[in-house]
């Protein structure tokens, strides 16, 4: 116990820092949600008012939905798109260095800025833009996809571009431990190429998954820019909500979005570290 | 039974094994001597189909195997660092040949349990199924790695450097083991390693490489006491080597009876035991090879003395203790060597046996 004075000392900023801006926040979000909500002002009398009013709302308890779906939907498209690309950087480039390059390639895209990037989906997307133009030029479509812009679909697009690579990162690293004597072993036991996929390697690259979706998951039901850049204000995510009711000084209602969106998260992040122990694996 | 053809194999224009060809025959043990760099991994790589030789072939039961991938081969590869599956426990382990082989899979788990538990048995590991990899000692590795291989009753069980990574007693004990299971199981084994105590204890046939040939194979004793190939003498490390424009008047010194004149006069090496080269002072009225007396490594049973001769060679003397007392030497005072002329090995130019 000698070093006790010494690890609370250094402990303390950590300390401080995560009780004054993520603890008390928290605590204080949660207080307030049970505040009762004027139009114009706000007072600490304890109510359930605004929690019923959020769940009983087609439009509030709808966009909690559509976030769930939206984020459920990019967190699978993540894993179909990003698993491939980090099998191939971690299985099959057996050069470190290039390896390393690839990764950084994925990375590139994070040298602008976010808004430059979802933003510049449109002329990609749009009626008018790149997509449309090349498959009328080829001939496979005769009048414009409209689909593809200001729709859900268009979020799911850009989110996919975007956070894709915190998928690929965390499973092409876990891939690329796999020692190659694993895989010569399991060859030589007699295992086809598709078993020791499906028994070496996806068993082993899990926690690289599961981080990968914890990455994707946090800022997915975060999300607000994307959805309004890209559907036009069309789809609002639990995010775009939090921002009007904040805008409109409806702390009280803001806050249940938060609390609400802040469980959903913990429970995710909660299940995945269940399935897989990440302490024993990193 | 396995018959290695003329087999080569280049990295990058860099010969890695070139132009072997021996062969294993049913229910053997043959030990593989080389050192680090000699191609003897590369070699059973070749064999196991985790690498295609460039030339040559590989033939098992007669059938060429050459063109077969790894995993329709049916030979076993013990590997070097066990390569055991991180996320399995041991009898999974154990049965991850069985269930997951694209040859004659095992379907019937009660089939599978009862292999698995023979093996187990066998090797001395029953109580660890249910461990994870993570929590057995190096030896059990071993032993789960050798389960994981014999279960699936390869033709041919090829060993990477088996000992390796385990201490000298575990070493001694997994000795004497892996001979008992490959006689019980009546399988070949082929065993690669770059102990010379090693592998003369444990084959039946011996081979030894070196630059990515075999220079020499055949029965450890003979191995032992009449290397053929000068480079096979090296790796005994029971030898010292004199070589050099002074070959012949180092022998007239050090030899104490008459020298054969022919062998004399195409020998361009020569090679002479370290136990068959007795020492006295240099006052003493024998003659004999004068060097200086450097230091003296005392190995329990044995002891080995240090020279450096005229050259500047190091002459290596060996005593063992149950023949004679402790020498008393001095550091730096010279000493005289002499050997009798019937201990001595004659090479010739091109480094084989004369005679």
């Known amino acids: 116990m000698r070093s006790n004075k010494g690890t609370w000392l250094l402990l303390s900023p950590g300390i401080i820092w995560i009780m004054l801006f993520l603890v008390a926040p928290l605590i204080m979000m949660i207080y307030v949600s ?21 769940f009983s709302s087609d439009t509030y308890f709808g966009a909690l939905l559509r976030t769930v779906r939206i984020w459920f939907t990019v967190l699978v498209v993540t894993i179909l798109v990003g698993y491939p690309v980090a099998l191939y950087i971690g299985q099959f480039i057996k050069n470190k260095t290039l390896q390393t390059a690839l990764l950084v ?28 133009i090349v498959l009328q030029k080829i001939g496979i479509i005769d009048a414009p996809i409209e689909v593809l812009l200001f729709t859900e679909l268009s979020v799911i697009i850009g989110m996919v571009q975007i956070y894709v ?88 209602f803001a806050a249940v979005a938060g609390v609400v969106l802040t469980v959903v998260m913990a429970t995710f992040v909660a299940i995945m570290l269940r399935i897989v122990n990440l302490r024993n694996q990193l | 039974m396995l018959e290695v053809k003329a087999v080569s194999k280049n990295f990058s224009g860099v010969p890695a094994v070139e132009d072997v060809s021996f062969t294993v025959n049913e229910n053997e043990y043959v030990t593989l001597l080389g050192s680090s760099g000699s191609g003897k991994s590369v070699l059973l790589r070749l064999i196991a189909g985790l690498l295609t030789p460039d030339e040559g072939d590989v033939f098992l039961n007669g059938a060429p195997i050459t063109d077969l991938p790894c995993h329709e081969r049916r030979i076993g590869f013990v590997q070097q660092k066990y390569a055991l599956f991180p996320h399995l426990n041991v009898y999974d382990n154990i049965a991850f040949g069985l269930r997951h082989r ?55 069980c090829l060993l990477d450097e088996p000992l390796g990574a385990l201490d000298a007693n575990l070493r001694e004990r997994m000795t004497i083991e892996l001979q008992n299971i490959r006689r019980e199981l009546g399988v070949s084994f082929m065993h690669v390693t770059g102990n010379e105590f090693e592998a003369l204890a444990m084959g039946q046939n011996m081979l030894v490489m070196s630059d990515g040939r075999i220079v020499q194979q055949g029965a450890p ?23 050099g424009d002074d070959l012949s008047a180092q022998l007239k010194a050090g030899t104490s009876d008459k020298l054969p004149a022919t062998k004399l006069k195409d020998a361009r090496f020569c090679a002479i035991p370290m136990d068959k080269i007795d020492i006295s002072d240099a006052s003493a009225k024998t003659s004999g090879l004068s060097a200086e007396f450097l230091t003296s490594e005392f190995l329990g049973n044995k002891i080995i003395y240090f020279f450096k001769i005229e050259n500047g060679d190091v002459c290596e003397v060996e005593d063992h203790m149950s023949l004679r007392e402790r020498r008393e030497l001095k550091a730096n005072a010279t000493y005289q060597l002499h050997w009798k002329s019937k201990d001595i090995l004659y090479y010739g130019e091109n480094k084989q046996l004369l005679g």
């Open chain 1, 34 to 54: 049970f505040w009762t909500q004027t139009t114009f002002s706000i007072k600490p009398d304890m109510t359930v008012a605004s929690w019923v009013n959020f």
């Open chain 1, 105 to 132: 390639t994925c990375v590139i895209p994070f040298w602008t800025s976010f808004l430059i990037r979802v933003l510049a989906w449109r002329p990609m997307l749009g009626k008018e833009g790149a997509i449309n």
């Open chain 1, 165 to 252: 690579v915190f998928m690929v990162g965390p499973i092409a690293f876990m891939i690329g431990r796999i020692d190659g004597s694993l895989i010569e072993g399991a060859r030589d036991l007699g295992a086809s190429t598709w078993t020791i996929f499906r028994r070496i390697i996806l068993p082993l690259s899990m926690p690289g998954v599961i981080v990968g979706a914890i990455f994707v998951t946090v800022m997915v039901l975060g999300e607000f820019a994307t959805a309004s850049a890209l559907s036009g204000r069309k789809v609002n995510l639990l995010g775009n909500i939090i921002i009007t009711q904040v805008g409109s000084l409806k702390w009280a």
């Open chain 2, 102 to 156: 694209v040859i004659d899979p095992v379907k019937d788990e009660s089939i599978i349990r009862k292999k698995v538990q023979d093996t187990i048995e066998l090797v001395g590991l029953v109580g660890q199924e249910t461990k994870m990899t993570g929590q057995i000692s190096g030896g059990q590795k071993q032993r789960v790695s050798l389960a994981r291989t014999l279960v699936t009753e390869p033709k041919i």
């Open chain 2, 221 to 243: 004793q003979d191995m032992y006491a009449r290397p053929q190939d000068l480079i096979t003498a090296k790796s005994m490390h029971n030898f010292n080597i004199f070589s």
